[in-house]
């Protein structure tokens, strides 16, 4: 059985630490390194609670290196303490939890043969759309449509998702371009933004402030609030960028109201 004592520990194929996030969520962290491998596991864990949740649990939430479980204590008792009522002196949901999540993770592979889903972004580069590309090129020693290669050759992948609904962390952006943040946020981004900061590249889904240097605009929407899921992307898909022109941007965007 897994223990709350913060060291990483084997279970099964992956190693794990458990914390404890309040009185009512366990968090599963499977390294300290952001990366494909790492993601892998977080993942695995969260597609398995996704098809499988327990008694008791209430949400889980995947992040770069962890998944944070949510669990209601007295439902959690209820269901998974055995015939003995729960009492101030039986009551341990945090173990049970725990118990639960070790068994959980013996039952995981080392590596997950899931195949990603890629989807195609288009992107309109630069001008009015992306008024930080001069200044992204100018960073590097790279002309503009440089950039623009760099940026569009890649496959992200989808780490999570999180700061704003839809916003998805991508990791694969190259180092040729990856750029210090903004010294100054704008207050209002238009949703569809393309922007890097550091070595992240994302799209912003809604109007919010941001810092990101903004190098293009998509006429795709990433924010669906009356989809389920209400998102374009989730955790696990790889995203390529096409880049198209304005005329393009223009008729799609257009078409989309």
Same mark, same amino acid.
């Given at each position: 059985?897994?223990?709350?004592?913060?060291?990483?520990?084997?279970?099964?194929?992956?190693?794990?630490?458990?914390?404890?996030?309040?009185?009512?969520?366990?968090?599963? !962290?499977?390294?300290?390194?952001?990366?494909?491998?790492?993601?892998?596991?977080?993942?695995?864990?969260?597609?398995?609670?996704? #098809?499988?949740?327990?008694?008791?649990?209430?949400?889980?939430?995947?992040?770069?290196?962890?998944?944070?479980?949510?669990?209601?204590?007295?439902?959690?008792?209820?269901?998974?303490?055995?015939?003995?009522?729960?009492?101030?002196?039986?009551?341990?949901?945090?173990?049970?939890?725990? #118990?639960?999540?070790?068994?959980?993770?013996?039952?995981?592979?080392?590596?997950?043969?899931?195949?990603?889903?890629?989807?195609?972004?288009?992107?309109?580069?630069?001008?009015?759309?992306?008024?930080?590309?001069?200044?992204?090129?100018?960073?590097?020693?790279?002309?503009?449509?440089?950039?623009?290669?760099?940026?569009?050759?890649?496959?992200?992948?989808?780490?999570?998702?999180?700061?704003?609904?839809?916003?998805?962390?991508?990791?694969?952006?190259?180092?040729?371009?990856?750029?210090?943040?903004? !010294?100054?946020?704008?207050?209002?981004?238009?949703?569809?933004?393309?922007?890097?900061?550091?070595?992240?590249?994302?799209?912003?889904?809604?109007?919010?402030?941001?810092?990101? !240097?903004?190098?293009?605009?998509?006429?795709?929407?990433?924010?669906?609030?009356?989809?389920?899921?209400?998102?374009?992307?989730?955790?696990?898909?790889?995203?390529?960028?096409?880049?198209?022109?304005?005329?393009?941007?223009?008729?799609?965007?257009?078409?989309?109201?």
């Amino acid at each position: 059985m897994g223990s709350l004592n913060g060291n990483y520990e084997q279970y099964g194929a992956f190693e794990a630490k458990f914390l404890t996030l309040g009185d009512a969520a366990i968090v599963v !962290q499977f390294g300290e390194t952001i990366g494909p491998r790492t993601h892998d596991r977080v993942r695995q864990l969260a597609e398995y609670l996704e #098809r499988h949740p327990f008694a008791g649990m209430i949400e889980y939430v995947p992040s770069f290196l962890s998944v944070a479980v949510y669990y209601e204590p007295y439902a959690l008792l209820l269901a998974h303490a055995g015939d003995e009522e729960p009492s101030a002196k039986n009551a341990d949901p945090g173990g049970i939890a725990v #118990r639960l999540l070790t068994d959980i993770l013996a039952k995981l592979q080392a590596s997950s043969q899931t195949q990603a889903r890629i989807v195609e972004i288009p992107v309109c580069y630069g001008g009015e759309l992306g008024p930080d590309l001069p200044e992204v090129a100018a960073h590097h020693g790279l002309t503009e449509q440089e950039v623009i290669e760099i940026h569009a050759s890649a496959d992200y992948l989808v780490y999570m998702l999180g700061f704003a609904p839809g916003f998805a962390y991508l990791g694969g952006l190259s180092e040729r371009i990856a750029t210090p943040r903004r !010294q100054t946020p704008r207050l209002a981004i238009p949703a569809g933004t393309v922007g890097i900061a550091g070595d992240q590249t994302g799209v912003y889904p809604i109007v919010t402030p941001g810092g990101w !240097q903004l190098i293009g605009k998509t006429p795709e929407p990433l924010f669906l609030p009356a989809a389920m899921p209400p998102t374009l992307l989730k955790a696990g898909d790889i995203v390529r960028f096409r880049p198209i022109t304005r005329a393009e941007f223009d008729s799609r965007e257009v078409g989309a109201r």
